[in-house]
């Protein structure tokens, strides 16, 4: 007779560093982490030369008054968030708790800029969410 603490778990195989579960989350992380850098990228070019097409007028946006400085923002952003999502593609050990701190301050960016978009925004900041899950769920796992 066999008692139940003695047969594995089929769940455990999913818990280890080398499983499907673990890169999966982590290559979901990476893809996600690019688009939202591309999207923030094309945010900001379009704060920059097209304003007219967001919600709320310049006045109305919280710390910069103008759509410019926001473009800024965005792209500076953006462009942190596309190299730290290759960095996290390739693996590299500095861009797990890079992609949390881009994904933090990508929230609180798109929070910020809600009242312009809000559709928009409200779901960029579902991703960067997703995005934090995604790269915390196996944080103490390390990968050789």
Request: charged letters at 15%.
């Amino acid at each position: 007779m066999t008692s139940e603490t003695s047969r594995p778990n089929p769940q455990d195989a999913f818990d280890e560093p080398g499983s499907r579960l673990w890169t999966g989350m982590i290559g979901f992380a990476s893809i996600m982490l690019v688009l939202i850098g591309g999207f923030h990228v094309l945010g900001g070019f379009i704060a920059l030369l097209e304003n007219r097409v967001y919600d709320a007028d310049a006045t109305d946006l919280l710390l910069f008054q103008s759509y410019a400085g926001w473009g800024i923002a965005h792209m500076a952003l953006g462009t942190l968030a596309l190299l730290t999502g290759v960095g996290l593609v390739m693996r590299k050990p500095w861009s797990r708790v890079a992609t949390m701190v881009i994904a933090s301050f990508s929230a609180v960016t798109n929070l910020a800029f809600l009242s312009a978009s809000p559709g928009w925004y409200g779901l960029l900041i579902m991703l960067d969410v997703l995005v934090i899950y995604a790269v915390t769920v196996h944080f103490e796992d390390e990968r050789e």
